[in-house]
């Protein structure tokens, strides 16, 4: 059995698997029943000077009827005063010393204030601090969330100020609302941060209703923009995952979209240490952490590795820009035709979406027959994205070239040199 | 017309397994409820959605221990269970669309699991205390199974050459076949399960003996045989007792099925085991088969879905039917098994219109309910009927005897036996195993 144990930034944790700061983490009571059924840790909902809520307040999309892809909140930070959260904040930690226990953390940005805070937190026991330097909406107007982590000089300084007086480790929680989540990252790191987590929600709308024309979530006749998660957002999360890995030093925590152990892996191999859940635990509960922890030690026994600190990061250098990659490589799609449910899918696709590269024609008994033509086929992967059967098509590697590697920056410089790299697609 | 359609043969399996495509749709379409009533329906409460959500991210090895844990014949439950009226029955899915294949995706983890090699069980640090177990069947094996999890010694006697119980013998060969069911007894034996074929207790190992052996008892005999009906000409060897008819099915009896090709087979009661032989039979190429019950179907205590596939198979349901008269048959031609020369019934009993009919019969078959295990009646338990009495956590009269499965209830399915042995040792643990550690400390 792997050990799933961890240590980020000093803060131990029995697993990689934090609750994120979110509507989960919002009492005393959530966080210890979480850590009952398994959760490693916890980032407590954000702290700051108290708000109010609207209603209603988190509106989903849902994919070909399978619910919550994409969740969307417009849900503030905490709306439960300040010193109920510290004090609930002193019992978990009293009853449980073991888990960890982060303290998420906005107030406006004045030092004095965020010293006050600081010290508040770290007096009712929470073993790290998260600037939620991210939240998109609401706290922004009020100069707060990602109205800081959009400015790299002012997160920068913001956690400047917090490392004056922090004796536990501090995270920037980054946000994904800004062109490129390097500079930020980097400010983080210089401001003195002993780590990131990411992502923080992404702007959006997730739909409009249709009657009567309001998008949601509806607040009397009117929306306002929120912040999307889950499974929608987990491709572009783990690109800033790998962006952000490639460029700091300090250690990740992955956020964005994670619901089962494997997009936990993911995030793992692309250099997070630990990982946080929300939309999951909203949609399902405490009780995912079950098979979170027994398939990510099952995969990681199978890998024959004894920790989780032994697959963090396999995957980073192996993100590389477009023009390193190898143009000697190619790959053609075959049909194993024996699995050919004959529905066609990939003949369409291919024909009206890709490189014309499948015939079709019906067989004895009237079902499609597909065939590849080799000499047209570029491949692209995509009959093999929507074939329905797995491995029924399947990209079989063609080219002579082994490990020789032939990358565009070489090519460029003198392309007539390369012939078979044009011939890659035969009839042009 | 052969080639148009096939009739289902005696050994195609009523549920065939799932290819992976098939369980990972099948599996993704679960809603992962909370506090599942497929779990509450399961009389073993395995934890339905975790399992299945297990298969949907390819952690199947996980999703067998799941099942595992909480029901140790999980592979053979997954072939034999009456999901219909239990988790599937259950599944919230039923209203809405269909329910979702609980049974097959938790075939698909176990037969998995089986294959991959993985232990069935991991034993627990030796404790001190044993129990000897009477009976190989499901209610046994589950018992000694949760004994050996826990660190005990369990030692399973079996009069039969093979183990497995019913299991092995007595399921429907389209729902279960004795190879499964002695691979799964084979999984058992190889995580350190011990079983001692051929010995009955009372003739072979003596009560004495057993008891001085064990600090514990869990009886988990079953039942006995089917007791004549009391009509003429029931002792010729055409008639059958049900369970001995299944037996000879499982087992190939070759005279018995060359004479079930074209046969006209009447079988006499209303319950599963009924449906069993004449769905069986018509597997098997008989050319008529006729279910005989005493009162009206409401009555019948065979599932609907058992009633429906035997009724698909095409069998002749004749309700308010008793039988009279079995009349003797010609001799036995070579290579082949007895038959009778017609039954004879009366139809509407009791209604003042009562009609006699004689049914062509080739073979009768008794399908009409179990006696006690004959040793039963030597065990120093209390019974009644046949049947050992004993609480829900198989506590019997004799503080030293605990007892489950068909022996108990009088004749259950396979999870209930599953069950009954867990919960026996759970007991057997908490009352007796778990103080011999205390007592030997205290005496040192």
């Not at chain 1, 969330?145 to 922090?166: F, L, R, S």
């Not at chain 1, 997070?272 to 939309?279: D, F, H, L």
């Not at chain 1, 009959?383 to 491995?391: E, F, K, R």
Request: glycine share 10%.
């Amino acid at each position: 059995m792997a050990d799933l144990s961890v240590d980020f930034c000093g803060i131990k944790s029995p697993n990689p698997f934090w609750l994120a700061s979110a509507p989960p983490t919002n009492t005393g009571d959530q966080i210890m029943r979480a850590f009952d059924a398994g959760w490693g840790g916890a980032v407590w909902k954000t702290l700051g000077e108290p708000i109010i809520n609207v209603s209603s307040r988190y509106s989903a999309v849902g994919y070909r009827g399978n619910r919550m892809m994409g969740l969307n909140n417009i849900e503030l930070i905490t709306d439960r005063p300040l010193d109920v959260n510290f004090r609930e904040i002193a019992e978990v930690k009293k009853r449980y010393p073991k888990h960890a226990l982060i303290v998420s953390l906005m107030v406006e940005s004045k030092r004095e204030t965020w010293h006050q805070m600081v010290r508040r937190a770290e007096d009712a026991g929470a073993d790290g601090l998260e600037l939620n330097f991210g939240c998109p909406h609401g706290m922004v107007e009020r100069g707060m969330g990602a109205a800081v982590g959009q400015v790299p000089d002012y997160t920068c300084q913001i956690t400047e100020w917090v490392k004056e007086v922090a004796r536990t480790p501090v995270i920037v929680k980054l946000t994904p609302n800004v062109t490129d989540i390097v500079y930020p990252a980097r400010a983080a790191q210089k401001g003195g941060a002993d780590a990131v987590s990411l992502i923080n929600t992404i702007n959006s709308i997730t739909g409009v209703d249709l009657d009567s024309f309001t998008p949601r979530p509806v607040v009397h006749g009117a929306s306002a923009h929120g912040g999307y998660c889950g499974p929608a957002v987990k491709p572009i999360a783990l690109n800033m995952m790998a962006s952000v890995a490639q460029e700091v030093s300090i250690p990740i925590s992955g956020i964005g979209g994670i619901s089962t152990w494997q997009d936990a892996a993911e995030f793992i191999l692309l250099g997070a240490s630990t990982v946080q859940v929300c939309t999951a635990v909203m949609h399902h509960g405490f009780r995912i952490v079950t098979d979170l922890m027994d398939g990510l030690s099952n995969y990681l026994d199978s890998k024959g590795m004894g920790s989780v600190k032994e697959l963090c990061g396999k995957s980073v250098q192996r993100v590389k820009r477009w023009e390193e990659l190898n143009l000697n490589y190619r790959v053609i799609a075959a049909v194993n035709q024996s699995k050919c449910i004959g529905c066609g899918v990939c003949y369409v696709a291919c024909n009206d979406g890709a490189h014309q590269a499948i015939g079709a024609a019906p067989d004895q008994r009237g079902r499609t027959r597909v065939e590849i033509l080799e000499h047209k086929c570029v491949g692209c992967n995509l009959c093999s994205l929507v074939c329905p059967v797995d491995d029924c098509i399947t990209m079989q590697r063609v080219d002579n070239f082994g490990d020789s590697v032939l990358p565009y920056k070489t090519f460029s410089k003198d392309p007539a040199a390369y012939p078979h790299v044009k011939s890659n697609r035969h009839d042009i | 017309m052969a080639e148009r359609f096939h009739l289902p043969t005696l050994a195609q399996e009523l549920r065939p397994p799932l290819s992976t495509d098939e369980a990972l749709a099948e599996a993704n379409r679960c809603l992962f409820c909370y506090d599942a009533p497929c779990t509450r329906a399961c009389p073993t409460h395995i934890d339905v959605p975790l399992f299945i959500k297990q298969i949907a991210t390819s952690n199947t090895s996980g999703s067998a221990r799941t099942i595992l844990q909480s029901n140790i014949l999980g592979a053979s439950c997954a072939r034999v269970c009456p999901t219909e009226v239990l988790c599937e029955g259950a599944c919230v899915l039923t209203d809405q669309h269909r329910p979702i294949k609980i049974g097959p995706l938790q075939r698909f983890a176990t037969d998995h699991a089986q294959a991959a090699g993985l232990p069935i069980l991991t034993p627990g640090p030796r404790q001190r205390g044993s129990v000897g177990i009477i009976g190989a069947g499901p209610a046994g094996l589950a018992c000694a199974a949760e004994l050996l999890r826990q660190g005990y010694q369990a030692v399973i006697y079996d009069a039969a050459p093979q183990a497995g119980g019913l299991n092995t013998v007595g399921v429907a060969q389209y729902k279960l076949t004795p190879t499964a069911a002695l691979a799964e007894v084979a999984w058992l034996e190889r995580a350190g399960l011990e079983i001692r074929r051929g010995v009955r207790i009372g003739t072979d190992l003596s009560l004495a003996s057993l008891e001085a052996a064990h600090d514990a008892v869990f009886v988990g005999v079953g039942m006995g045989s089917i007791p004549g009906i009391g009509i003429e000409g029931e002792a010729q060897p055409g008639v059958w007792d049900a369970l001995d008819f299944i037996a000879a099915l499982k087992a190939g009896d070759a005279a018995l099925l060359a004479t079930l090709k074209g046969a006209q087979v009447a079988v006499i009661g209303g319950g599963n085991t009924s449906i069993d032989v004449t769905t069986q039979a018509a597997r098997a190429g008989a050319h008529k088969t006729w279910l005989l019950y005493r009162r009206g179907p409401e009555h019948m205590s065979a599932y609907v879905h058992e009633i429906e596939l035997t009724l698909s198979h095409g069998t002749e349901l004749l309700c308010y039917a008793t039988p009279r008269r079995i009349l003797p048959g010609p001799a036995a031609a070579p290579g082949h098994a007895a038959q009778v020369g017609g039954l004879e019934i009366e139809l509407g009993a009791g209604s003042g219109q009562s009609e006699t009919r004689t049914l062509p019969a080739t073979l009768v078959v008794r399908a009409t309910g179990q006696r006690g295990a004959a040793l039963t009646a030597l065990l120093p338990v209390l019974s009644e009927q046949g049947v050992v009495k004993a609480d829900d956590w198989g506590r019997t009269s004799n503080p030293k005897y605990y007892a489950g499965g068909d022996c108990v209830s009088g004749g259950q399915e396979v999870v209930h036996a599953a069950r009954d042995g867990k919960r026996a040792a759970q007991a057997m643990i908490t009352d007796i195993l778990s103080k011999l550690h205390t007592a030997s400390a205290a005496s040192r």
